[in-house]
C-alpha cells in the first residue's frame, strides 16, 4: 500500500487533509472507515492480518476500532513504522518465510478478517498494472484461506479490468457472501474498487488453481467481443488477462446517460462502456437534466451506471428496464429487441 508515494492533484482533497488532522497515515484510513461502516466486520474482529500494510494507515483504524485485547497483525515489504496494539514485520506476501512469520505470531488463532490494500508501482501501463493488481489480490486470497477463520472477512482492493469476473468467480466459490463497492473516499478517476467477502467457506480441501494465477487468468483465443454475452452472462464469461482492449488504453469509456436511452442498441453500450454519466458537459446536456430528474432514475439505477465492469446479470437487467421505461416516457420508438432480450433474460 505504501511502494509508491505521490501527490497528484487529486489526491490532495479533503480526505488526504482530514487526514492529516486526525493523525492518520495516509488518507485510504477513510476508505476502510467507510467500508466498515457499512459492513460492520472491525468491530467482531478480535484477530486481524493486515496485508501489504504500509505505511500503516489501515492498522491504525483497526486498533482504533476493534476490542482492546486484539491481535492486529501487518506485513509489508517496505517498513512500517510502529503502531500502538499493532504488530508489523517486513516480508514479501508471496513466500513461505512471511507465511512462517504469521504463524509464530498467530499461534493458534485464525484471522476473523484479513486486508489487502496492496497495489503495484503503477505507471502509464494500465494493462500491465490491471493485471499484477489481480495477481496481488490472488495471493492475499492464498493467504487468507491458510489463516481465515471459518465465516471470517476478506476484504481486497482489485483494479477495474477484465480480470475481475474471474475473482469474483474465485471469491464466491469460497464466500457465502460477496459484494463490490467504492467507498466515497475513493476518488473517481481511480480504477480501483473493493471486494468484501464474507462467511469464509473454509473448505478442508483446497483445489490449487483456485489461487494460481495462470489457472485463474488463463487467456482464451477470442478476438470478437460479444456484447451480448458480457451483458447476459457477466459471471460466466473469462476474460484475457489484459485490463482493456488494446486499442484503448484508457481508464475509463463513458457517455451521457441520456446517449444510452436514445441509442437503438442498448446491449452494445453496455457491453462496452465502463459508466453511464449523469454529469452535465460544459454546453449542457437538456435530455440528461431530464432524465437526471426522473422518478425512475432511482440511487440504485445512479450507483449501478457509475461502473457497468462491476454489475451482474440482474443490474444488467434492470438497467435495460430502466432505459425501456424512459423511452416510453419520452416518446421515443420501443425497442422491440431489446424488449425481448429483457423479458428472456427475467423468465
Not at 500502538?84 to 512469520?101: G, L
Not at 469460497?174 to 481511480?190: D, G, I
Not at 480504477?191 to 488453481?209: N, R, S, T
Request: hydrophobic share 40%; proline share 6%; glycine share 6%.
Amino acid at each position: 500500500m505504501g511502494i509508491q508515494k505521490k501527490h497528484g492533484k487529486g489526491r490532495l482533497d479533503k480526505w488526504y487533509k482530514l487526514a492529516k488532522e486526525k493523525g492518520y497515515r495516509a488518507r485510504a484510513a477513510f476508505k476502510l472507515i467507510q467500508l466498515n461502516k457499512k459492513y460492520g466486520f472491525l468491530e467482531k474482529s478480535k484477530v486481524l492480518l493486515d496485508l501489504c500494510a504500509a505505511p500503516g494507515s489501515w492498522c491504525q483504524v483497526a486498533a482504533e476500532t476493534m476490542p482492546v485485547s486484539s491481535l492486529i497483525v501487518g506485513v509489508d515489504l517496505s517498513p512500517i513504522k510502529p503502531i500502538p496494539r499493532v504488530i508489523t514485520f517486513q516480508s514479501d506476501i508471496t513466500t513461505e518465510k512471511c507465511r512462517a512469520t504469521i504463524r509464530t505470531h498467530f499461534k493458534s488463532w485464525k484471522a476473523d478478517t484479513v486486508l489487502h490494500d496492496g497495489a503495484p508501482n503503477v505507471g502509464t501501463a494500465w494493462v500491465q498494472d490491471s493485471f499484477n493488481q489481480a495477481e496481488l489480490a490472488l495471493q492475499s486470497l492464498k493467504l487468507a484461506t491458510e489463516f481465515l477463520a471459518p465465516g471470517g472477512t476478506f476484504v481486497t482492493k482489485v483494479f477495474r479490468s477484465k480480470d475481475y469476473n474471474s475473482l469474483l468467480w474465485v471469491f464466491n466459490q469460497l464466500f457465502t457472501k460477496v459484494e463490490a463497492t467504492k467507498p466515497p473516499s475513493s476518488r473517481n478517476v481511480s480504477a480501483e474498487i473493493f471486494v468484501v467477502c464474507q462467511g469464509f467457506k473454509a473448505p478442508k480441501h483446497l483445489d490449487p488453481k483456485f489461487v494460481d494465477p495462470r489457472h485463474v487468468f488463463a487467456e482464451l483465443s477470442d478476438p470478437t467481443p460479444n456484447n451480448e454475452a458480457k451483458v447476459f452472462n457477466p459471471e460466466i464469461k473469462k476474460r484475457k488477462r489484459d485490463g482493456y482492449e488494446d486499442d484503448n488504453m484508457t481508464q475509463f469509456k463513458e457517455i451521457p446517460a441520456s446517449e444510452f436511452i436514445q441509442t437503438t442498441d442498448p446491449i452494445a453500450i453496455l457491453g462496452s462502456m465502463n459508466r453511464l454519466s449523469f454529469v452535465q458537459p460544459p454546453n449542457g446536456d437538456v435530455a440528461l437534466a431530464a432524465l437526471d430528474k426522473l422518478p425512475e432514475t432511482t440511487d440504485e439505477i445512479r450507483n449501478d451506471c457509475a461502473d457497468l465492469r462491476v454489475l451482474g446479470r440482474k443490474e444488467f437487467r434492470n438497467l435495460l428496464k430502466w432505459g425501456l421505461k424512459v423511452r416510453e416516457k419520452f416518446g421515443f420508438t420501443t425497442l422491440n429487441a431489446a424488449k425481448a432480450e429483457t423479458e428472456e433474460v427475467a423468465e
